[in-house]
């Protein structure tokens, strides 16, 4: 049995380009996020290998970019996953930086949505003289 679990354990492990290509990203992402501390792949040889552990953490990193984080609240985030079992703080700052992000484009709509009339006006102003003057 130990044989078999190391044998599974080994097929679960992917590889940069393998990862990048199921997660539509490049490998230099990937290797980016490395840098900066959000990702610790396991090596074999000079070969990056992912566990599905750090597949999951980029599927979150991504996910976080997506949603607007920075990498700084995105590895903050990650690193209180280990600070307690129930993972309480995690869920705090989640609900923090969520709630600010949320104000954020709130604000940001409503800044949108007056340049939108405004150009509607400018477009609905040009329509009007072009038309008197036709």
């Known amino acids: 049995m130990t044989a078999r679990r190391t044998s599974e354990d080994h097929e679960e492990l992917r590889s940069i380009q393998k990862v990048a290509a199921e997660l539509g990203v490049t490998s230099r992402s990937i290797r980016f996020y490395e840098d900066k501390g959000l990702l610790t792949p396991q090596r074999v040889g000079t070969m990056r290998v992912y566990s599905k ?10 996910r976080g970019k997506q949603l607007g984080f920075s990498l700084r609240e ?15 703080n995690q869920t705090r700052l989640l609900l923090n930086r969520t709630e600010e992000r949320i104000a954020i484009l709130e604000e940001q709509s409503h800044a949108l949505e007056l340049t939108l ?16 003057a036709v």
């Open 117 to 132: 009339s405004e150009l509607r006006d400018v477009v609905r102003q040009c329509r009007e003289r072009i038309a008197q």
């Open 53 to 62: 552990r750090e597949i999951a953490r980029l599927h979150l990193i991504l």
């Open 74 to 88: 995105i590895k903050e985030f990650l690193d209180l996953y280990y600070a307690d079992d129930l993972h309480l």
